[in-house]
């Protein structure tokens, strides 16, 4: 059987940001909570305009353009904000949610970059369907989201499985009643298979990595064509537009295929009103199926711009967006997030 697993970056530990006195404008866009200020990842200024406000925070102390209220919802800790990763706290009252009321399945969701965008979906207010294979991880994230007040299901879920596509939507139609967005982030890592010309190898890559955006493609379309629109986002990487001198080459086959695949999508199905983005993440921490060289991911971190590796947050933040209503008039084409490794 093959094994199908999430793009797992585990999260590295996060820093508190430089503290200091800050401006009059920074103060006035400070969340309240408990009668503390918590300060917002970016500081604008609310410009309403024609009733909608801005929607370039990452931060939940800026309000986007969903009308919908928080009702208990929580929120994952990111960088610049004291605690670790996967803590949570209250979200504040009043502050609107980017995916309120919407049903989300994401593959390979019971770790690394899959859970962040769980946790993620299900604070601004999406019912989130967990489908992967590992069990154990994926039941406690589900339950993590139900006792912080958010609605998540985890299905046992094989992406290289027709059968188990075709139960993993029916579920979630039968649980939430409809479908509205899908992530197809599971995925094998480039070094998850030793050697470079393993033929066997070459086929399970691209039975996780491709075969397994093709099918949940598949069987979530009707039920997205049902509800009269859709989104989809497949997770591909920077290798779909690159080749490279490490890891199997299939992982570059793969998710190029990806990548074109997504484009495919947002052609046929856009008249239906589904729309279909692929993120490209640059270097991240190492995946679960990876085998890590200490010395290559050096060299990765020169290569990049930006001088070090990316969050898993960072990128469940893309899909977040390409998943919201935020996105309406943008589909076929990609979200880079590489640290500027691309712009070389």
Known sequence: MHLSVGNDESALPESTGPTGKRSARKR???VWSGGKAVKPYLSLPLRPCCGIRPTLDTWPGL??????????????????DAGTAGETRPQVQGESMRVAGKVAIISGAAHGMGAEEARLFAREGAKVVIADLLEDEGTRLAAE??????????????????????????TTIARFGKLDILVNN????????????????????????ATGVFLGTKYAIPAMQRAGSGAIVNISSIMGFVGGEGGHPAYHASKGAVRIFTKATAVKYGPDGIRANSVHPGFMPPMRSSHPDPAAREEQVGL?????????????????????????????????????????
């Open 304 to 344: 990049t711009p930006l001088r070090r590796l990316g969050q898993p947050m960072e990128v469940a933040y893309g899909v977040l967006f390409l998943a919201s209503d935020e996105a309406s008039f943008i589909t076929g084409t990609e979200l880079v997030i590489d640290g500027g490794f691309l712009a070389r």
């Open 28 to 30: 006035a866009c400070s």
């Open 145 to 170: 989201i139900t006792a912080a007040g958010g609605e998540a299901l985890f299905v046992r879920t094989d992406v290289t499985s027709e059968d188990d596509w075709r139960q993993v939507v029916q």
């Open 63 to 80: 309000a986007h353009n969903s009308p919908h209220p928080v009702k208990g919802e929580w929120e994952t800790r990111r960088g610049g």
């Open 186 to 209: 599971a995925g094998l890592s480039s070094t998850s298979v030793a050697d470079p010309m393993d033929t066997d190898g070459w086929r399970r890559i691209m039975d996780v990595n």
